[in-house]
């Protein structure tokens, strides 16, 4: 296992362009990674997970980094989280709000410190996302609740948000990090391949098209493995009329 660490603990976390593209890096490497199963993500120090976009980096059209152009990096960090063929445990203590309050959702599961902090901020600075953070909010809380929490802004605890689906399992604080490590090795007991597909099926079900080429690169990959799949490249390497015949057409 992994983990990957907001580290702007004076601004409760918010990320900036730069700390995106650092996390996304962070991301495909564990991707790459063969020996890493599970990743965790949350942030340093117990203030905060995540408090969202660095509002005092904001400018017309997105956050602004060296380069000076702005960018709204973090929505495809979340597409990169939730495509990982790997689970990602978001480990939250403090507040996790605004598009952190997201990032958080769109980790496959959620254990929380109970000093957690969880909601939308977004409409109080003059923003939202439209997107992942109201589909899958939806999904997780029903559409009442995702109303209440995208239209008043309030701020809910650990237990709430526990209560509210948004959250796995609340702990005390000096136990978080514990926690999460029996999550994760719980799952790290198990089939990689299968943690795998499931997480493409559970995303499938939701996902429409980008749920069935997830589904469908699984598929892929296992055949891929298989003879009767190393058949028909060795035959065509071999100048030779493949033979399919010897594979049984299972009921
Ligand atoms: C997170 C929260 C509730 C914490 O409150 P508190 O009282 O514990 O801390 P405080 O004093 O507000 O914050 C400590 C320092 O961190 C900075 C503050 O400005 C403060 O700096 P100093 O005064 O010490 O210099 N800070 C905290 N959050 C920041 C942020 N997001 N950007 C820049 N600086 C931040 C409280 O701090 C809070 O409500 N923060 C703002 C949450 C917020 O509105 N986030 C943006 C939502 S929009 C978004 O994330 C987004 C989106 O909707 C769509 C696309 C992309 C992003």
Redesign the pocket.
């Known amino acids: 296992m992994v983990q990957i660490t907001i580290n702007r603990p004076?601004?409760?976390n918010?990320f900036t362009p730069r700390t995106v593209t650092e996390m996304s890096k962070c991301f495909t490497d564990a991707r790459e990674d063969p020996d890493i199963g599970v990743v965790i993500l949350t942030g340093a120090g117990t203030?905060?997970f995540c408090?969202?976009?660095?509002?005092?980096v904001r400018q017309i059209g997105g956050?602004a980094g060296a380069d000076g152009v702005p960018r709204?990096n973090?929505?495809d960090l979340q597409q990169q989280i939730r495509h990982l063929p790997k689970p990602v445990i978001a480990m939250v203590a403090g507040?996790a709000?605004?598009?952190?309050h997201i990032l958080h959702m769109m980790c496959d599961m959620t254990i929380s410190a109970d000093n957690g902090?969880f909601g939308q901020?977004?409409p109080?600075?003059g923003?939202?996302?439209a997107g992942y953070?109201v589909a899958q909010m939806i999904r997780l809380v029903g559409q009442k609740r995702a109303r209440e929490i995208w239209f008043m802004c309030r701020?809910y605890s650990a237990e709430e948000a526990f209560r509210m689906g948004l959250v796995n399992k609340v702990v005390p604080l000096e136990k978080l990090e514990e926690e999460t490590l029996v999550w994760c090795r719980e799952i790290l007991r198990n089939s990689p391949t299968a943690i795998r597909v499931l997480k493409a099926a559970l995303n499938a079900t939701e996902d429409g098209q980008s749920g069935l080429w997830e589904l469908g690169h699984n598929a892929t990959l296992l055949f891929y493995q298989s003879e009767e799949g190393n058949e028909g490249r060795q035959a065509f390497m071999e100048k030779r009329p493949p033979n399919f015949s010897q594979f049984k057409r299972w009921p």
Do not use: C, E, I, P
Not at 51 to 56: K, L, P
Not at 97 to 100: A, I
């Open positions: 004076h601004k409760r918010a203030m905060a408090s969202g976009g660095d509002q005092s956050y709204l973090v929505l507040y709000v605004g598009g952190g902090v901020t977004g109080r600075v923003s939202f996302d953070g701020l």
